[in-house]
């Protein structure tokens, strides 16, 4: 089984962070603010799948999740351009 670790952006530029092991079921949930939902996307809006890296261990996606999450904004969205030299010096 695969674990995603992946991140979202809201039409409020706001980002989410999350793992998941079914990324197309967790996008979903997102989208349908099911009560699967995070009380993040039911709060923010729409979103958009924006970054995504796969996992062969739920404890390797939990520590990427944890890892994103401490970042500066200015990291994330270098992650998320896939701005590799910006990164570096981050």
């Known amino acids: 089984m695969k674990y995603?670790?992946?991140?979202?952006?809201?039409l409020n530029n706001s980002?989410?962070?999350?793992?998941?092991?079914?990324l197309d079921q967790r996008i979903r949930d997102h989208h349908s603010k099911t009560s699967r939902a995070s009380k993040f996307s039911k709060e923010n809006g729409e979103c958009k799948l924006v970054y995504s890296e796969d996992y062969p261990t739920l404890l390797e996606a939990m520590k990427r999740e944890k890892q994103?999450?401490?970042?500066?904004?200015?990291?994330?969205?270098?992650?998320?351009k896939r701005d590799l030299e910006k990164l570096k010096k981050l």
């Open 4 to 10: 995603s670790v992946y991140i979202l952006r809201f």
């Open 15 to 22: 980002l989410y962070i999350g793992q998941t092991n079914n």
């Open 68 to 80: 994103l999450k401490g970042w500066t904004r200015v990291k994330k969205e270098a992650l998320i």
